[in-house]
C-alpha cells in the first residue's frame, strides 16, 4: 500500500480538463510544500511535470497545473490531448525516516 | 545535456549480492543529492535511497534498510547502490535520478534503468 492515495484511473475526452487527486497528511503533502508530479508513458522514464505544488519545469506545457489544499494535492491537466494518456505520480517529502513517498499511480486514458 | 546511465542490472539468485552503478554527466555532480527509485514489473514507482551532495547523510525506504547501501564517488560522477539479502520482491528497474535542488526531494532527471531479477 502507497503512503500516498491517489485514484487509479481517470479518463477525459480530447480538450476538456481533468484533476488528479493525491490524498497523504499532515506529515508529508499537508506538511510541506514539496509536492511533485511525474508523467510515465509506457517503456519510458518519469518526467517532471510539476515540483514544489505548483512549479512548472521549463519545456512543460502551460496546460499542466498543481496545486494543494490541506493534506491533498491536485494536478490539473487542462485542454487534454492524446499525448497526455500516460500514468502520473505524484510524490511528497515525509517527516518520518524515509523521507520521499509516492503514490500509487494514476492512469489517465484520454477517450 | 544532462545524462545519468545505469548499468549492473542483472538475474540474481535470492539471498545474492549486486552492485548497481549510475554514470552522471552534463552537471555539476558535487552540487547535488541523488536517488536510486525503483518500479516493479507493471506496478509503480517505489523511492529506494537517498544520497547527499556529499555522501555524508543517506536515508533509505524501509523495505531496503539494512540490506541496500547508497554510494557516490564525485571523482567519478558516479552513484552506486549496493544490493545484499537479495529477495523476489526487490525484482524491478532501477531508476537513478537527481535531485531537483537543495533538500526540495523532487527528481528533476531520470536515467533509462537497469533491470535486476531475482529468481532461482
Known amino acids: 500500500q502507497s503512503a500516498l492515495t491517489q485514484p487509479a484511473s481517470v479518463s477525459g475526452s480530447p480538450g476538456q480538463s481533468i484533476t488528479i487527486s493525491c490524498t497523504g497528511t499532515s506529515s508529508d503533502v499537508g506538511g510541506y510544500n514539496y509536492v511533485s508530479w511525474y508523467q510515465q508513458h509506457p517503456g519510458k522514464a518519469p518526467k517532471l511535470m510539476i515540483y514544489?505544488?505548483?512549479n512548472r519545469p521549463s519545456g512543460v506545457s502551460n496546460r499542466f497545473s498543481g496545486s494543494k489544499s490541506g493534506n491533498t494535492a491536485s494536478l490539473t491537466i487542462s485542454g487534454l490531448q492524446a499525448e497526455d494518456e500516460a500514468d502520473y505520480y505524484c510524490s511528497s517529502y515525509t517527516s518520518s525516516s524515509t523521507h520521499v513517498v509516492f503514490g500509487g499511480g494514476t492512469k489517465l486514458t484520454v477517450l | 545535456e544532462v545524462q545519468l546511465v545505469e548499468s549492473g542490472g542483472v538475474v540474481v539468485q535470492p539471498g545474492g549480492s549486486l552492485r548497481l552503478s549510475c554514470a552522471a554527466s552534463?552537471?555539476?555532480?558535487?552540487?547535488?543529492?541523488m536517488h536510486w527509485v525503483r518500479q516493479a514489473p507493471g506496478k509503480g514507482l517505489e523511492w529506494v535511497s537517498l544520497i547527499s551532495w556529499d555522501g555524508g547523510s543517506t536515508y533509505y525506504a524501509d523495505s531496503v534498510k539494512g540490506r541496500f547501501t547508497i554510494s557516490r564517488d564525485n571523482s567519478k560522477n558516479s552513484l552506486y547502490l549496493q544490493m545484499n539479502s537479495l529477495r523476489a520482491e526487490d525484482t524491478a528497474l532501477y531508476y537513478c535520478?537527481?535531485?531537483?535542488?537543495?533538500?526540495?526531494?523532487?527528481?528533476?532527471?531520470w536515467g533509462q534503468g537497469t533491470l535486476v531479477t531475482v529468481s532461482s
Open positions: 552534463g552537471f555539476t555532480f558535487d552540487d547535488y543529492a
Open positions: 514544489e505544488v505548483s
Open positions: 535520478a537527481k535531485d531537483g535542488a537543495g533538500g526540495d526531494y523532487y527528481f528533476d532527471y
